[in-house]
């Protein structure tokens, strides 16, 4: 269990780490010309070019912060816990590297996607701990629902950053209602990994509140959707190896819904009109809620 004070440290170094590095970031991707600019597409709505990047200060205040998590478990507990969170960890910075390649340099859809994938099932295979529990009782049905859940998600988070501050404000609203829902059950690796994730994503907001100075970039759009997928499904299987109701397994997973509603909203949009899903356009939730 962790405790208040352990749970406020956690939170505040992560988003000390974010507003301290952002700054640095902004003046290096400057330099580097890792740069979104309105010209770039007919769906940007910012008028003025604004610096990628804010997805590695959100990387880098996340994965410092985690450093911390041993200070509450004993070793063998630890262990217990970093085994499913290192190898979320991993494919997620796997997933960062490949969007901040998509922010630099720009990748097609397909060897894109085809990476998601891959690291999804890879994660899925392995690690049990991040499959759907509807269905742990049949891998067939688990593993490839359970990898359209995650894949869904991550470019979920990536469709929705489409204004400022709207993709990371909607994942903090989210890591906070997954955060306490595990902090309530009982399940200390999930509240950990959100309680790190809001302090980033809060450091990094303060930069990216209209009219932004940053962009977190698909690179930051990717990892946090591809953790915060991840953290709905371990604390779902956590509350399923505890043998509560199914509404409260299903809990965490309605915590996703504004996300996944543009995503399947956006997509029906676009294919009917004959467009690719993945082509930008201005049919999100929040064009026309706007």
């Not at 590095?21 to 600019?37: G, I, M, S």
């Not at 295979?125 to 629902?145: D, H, K, N, V, Y």
Request: charged share 10%.
């Amino acid at each position: 269990m962790i405790s208040p004070l352990f749970a406020l440290a956690l939170f505040g170094v992560a988003l000390l780490l974010s507003l301290l590095a952002v700054p640095p970031v902004r003046r290096l991707v400057w330099r580097l010309d890792l740069v979104d600019r309105p010209r770039d597409g007919a769906h940007k709505s910012h008028v003025r070019s604004t610096p990628y990047g804010g997805g590695v200060a959100i990387w880098f205040a996340a994965l410092i912060s985690l450093l911390f998590y041993p200070l509450y478990a004993d070793i063998e507990a630890w262990t217990a816990l970093f085994s499913p969170l290192f190898t979320l960890l991993t494919c997620a910075t796997l997933l960062f590297l490949t969007g901040l390649i998509d922010d630099w340099r720009g990748l097609q859809p397909l060897p894109r996607f085809s990476i998601q994938v891959l690291t999804t099932f890879f994660l899925v295979g392995i690690c049990p701990e991040f499959r759907l529990s509807l269905f742990s009782t049949a891998p067939i049905l688990s593993l490839p629902l359970t990898a359209l859940w995650i894949v869904a998600l991550t470019n979920a988070f990536n469709f929705l950053d489409n204004m400022d501050g709207l993709s990371a404000g909607i994942a903090a609203a989210v890591l906070i209602a997954l955060g306490g829902m595990a902090l309530l059950c009982g399940q200390p690796t999930c509240a950990g990994l959100c309680l790190v994730l809001l302090g980033a994503i809060v450091g990094f907001l303060c930069y990216n509140f209209p009219p932004a100075s940053i962009f977190m970039g698909d690179a930051g759009a990717f990892f946090l959707g591809f953790l915060v997928s991840g953290a709905s499904l371990l604390l779902s299987n956590h509350l399923a190896n505890t043998h509560a109701p199914l509404s409260h397994q299903f809990a965490p997973l309605l915590a996703l819904t504004v996300p996944l509603y543009d995503l399947l909203g956006v997509s029906v949009i676009r294919l009917k009109n004959g467009i690719p899903p993945w082509i930008g356009d201005k049919n999100h939730i929040s064009h026309r809620l706007t």
